[in-house]
């Protein structure tokens, strides 16, 4: 590794473009540098243990979410925002993006969505725990919580899931925290994960590629302001809506183009 630091940094000096110093540390690396399969599912279930045993935790978080032109324009669409979680069965996430501001609180009992930008917001019985909320937001209302893979309480198996190929890249850093860079591929998507070194093995930053679309968008958040127990944030999981908010059926609020990954003007295109 050490040749390869001093090969790009001798590229560096001689004005290499970034890319061009990218693809040199691509051949530079040998494979048995990338290996260590063991290590990265050993750093992988340390992490998930991890996150399974707090049963209190907040964070906040910057996001982005890639989307590709039909004329091949790579565009990304940036959001930040907050989770709070009381495990079993408590959540409350926002998002905030250029067009949209959005709220989502779970009691255990009752699921709310709130468009902060409309004043607007609905509500679903969905009783049971995180997981089962994850799960039915992601397959049926088709609105997953940030880094919901993380947050599950057997995420080790659901990031597993398929995985055909599993790396431990040495180390990185994410926001000043030096982390494990672990690479898993499956046969749809490539997944990438910073996991801070040390006691409190926390996700710092995830990363989706999706094969199957033309150009590999991606789907990233960076986590920041980590906390735990009685460190967390005590957020009242309770729903109040805001004056003046308007109550609508869920098919109503689906149709909400403001409460969507996408902007209004964006439209879909084919497969």
Not at 152 to 171: C, W
Not at 202 to 207: H, Q, S, T
Not at 232 to 248: E, I
Request: include cysteine; aromatic fraction near 6%; charge should be positive.
């Amino acid at each position: 590794m050490t040749k390869v630091v001093r090969t790009l940094g001798k590229a560096a000096s001689a004005g290499v473009p970034a890319l061009a110093m990218a693809l040199l540390a691509g051949m530079a690396v040998s494979p048995s540098a990338m290996a260590g399969a063991a290590e990265a599912k050993e750093l992988l279930k340390a992490m998930s243990t991890y996150m399974a045993g707090q049963k209190a935790l907040s964070f906040e978080y910057d996001a982005n979410l890639e989307v590709v032109t039909r004329d091949k324009q790579k565009l990304a669409l940036a959001s930040s925002g907050t989770v709070a979680l009381s495990r079993p069965d408590k959540i409350r996430a926002t998002r905030a993006g250029g067009f949209l501001n959005t709220e989502t609180v779970f009691d255990g009992k009752t699921l709310t969505l709130l468009g902060k930008n409309k004043n607007i917001y609905t509500q679903v019985d969905i009783p049971g725990s995180i997981d089962h909320l994850v799960d039915e937001l992601k397959d049926k209302y088709k609105r997953p919580l940030p880094a919901a893979d993380l947050l599950l309480s057997n995420s080790y198996d659901e990031l597993m899931a398929g995985v055909i190929d599993v790396k431990d890249l040495g180390s990185g850093v994410i926001g000043g925290t030096e982390c494990d860079h672990l690479a898993l591929r499956k046969k749809e998507v490539d997944l990438q994960i910073w996991i801070a070194q040390g006691d409190r093995p926390y996700p710092c930053r995830y990363v989706i590629t999706s094969r199957l679309v033309a150009n590999a968008p991606q789907y990233s958040i960076q986590i920041r302001n980590w906390k735990t127990g009685d460190d967390s944030a005590a957020d009242a999981f309770s729903f109040k809506a805001p004056p003046g908010a308007k109550q609508l059926d869920l098919k109503d609020l689906q149709k909400m183009k403001d409460m969507d990954e996408l902007p209004g003007h964006f439209v879909i295109g084919g497969k």
